[in-house]
């Protein structure tokens, strides 16, 4: 089974550079997308055949927004979390089948000077506190921005940037919450070096010399680590500040 995770970076800028190719010659078996920017009825998806599409927007037009395009239907599909709090803004949605849950999410950015980083503390719990009422039932595979570099390997410059968003002692701690729990990191399952990047600024060239950061990851419930043939980062694909992120399990 192949999946594939990515931050588009608004869905209809990136069917202009090359997202439609790309998607094609992958043939995954589940896509998730985030930061899409756009409701369903706004996307040529015509050509898409073959794939169920299950989109969670933001309220606030053009910001945000996840979507899941899977081969197969599945059984039930959930968006949000179920907190008001947390759920206006398009970046959840849960996918059962028959022997897991699939989940894509989008987590929100602290901001500069991190003045959202209270409001990302309380997501990162209250996300984790529903990653878990959902393994009570089934096992969990989790995927997307998680806006956040676990550790120093994880980003290029960790000590200019021990204060910034995605990088924030908070933050950091919130992603281990999450290992503590017993998920799995599926990257650092088949890579243990550092230089493996998803996301680079758009300034200096900054993509170019792979000045970037880890942020997007497929996780998975310990229940399935013995499923687990392959984890990869594809810098090679353009199309956004971020690049897609694969998943391929037995």
């Keep these: 089974m192949k999946l594939i995770s990515w931050n588009v970076n608004g869905i209809r800028a990136a069917l202009g550079k090359g997202f439609r190719d790309f998607f094609e010659n992958q043939g995954a078996d589940i896509v998730c997308l985030q930061e899409t920017k756009a409701r369903a009825e706004q996307v040529d998806i015509e050509w898409m055949r073959g794939y169920h599409a299950h989109w ?42 028959d022997d897991f849950y699939l989940v894509n999410v989008y987590t929100p950015n602290s901001q500069n000077e991190l003045k959202r980083l209270p409001y990302r503390l309380r997501w990162d719990q209250d996300f984790l506190n529903y990653l878990k009422s959902l393994e009570k039932n089934l096992p969990v595979i989790f995927c997307g921005d998680l806006n956040v570099a676990h550790e120093e390997i994880d980003l290029a410059r960790p000590q200019a940037n021990h204060h910034s968003p995605g990088f924030s002692d908070g933050e950091r701690s919130g992603f281990s919450a999450f290992l503590d729990a017993g998920f799995i990191d599926t990257f650092r399952e088949f890579e243990k070096a550092g230089n493996h990047y998803s996301w680079w600024s758009y300034r200096a060239g900054a993509r170019a010399r792979n000045v970037g950061w880890r942020l997007d990851y497929w996780c998975v419930s310990a229940a399935l680590r013995r499923r687990l043939k392959d984890s990869r980062i594809l810098p090679e694909v353009m199309g956004s500040d971020h690049c897609p992120v694969l998943l391929e399990l037995h």
């Design 56 to 97: 969670n927007s933001a309220e606030k037009a053009g910001y945000s927004g996840t979507v899941v395009f899977s081969k197969s239907k599945p059984v039930d599909v959930s968006y949000g979390i179920g907190i008001a709090e947390h759920d206006t803004e398009g970046r959840v949605i849960t996918l059962k089948f």
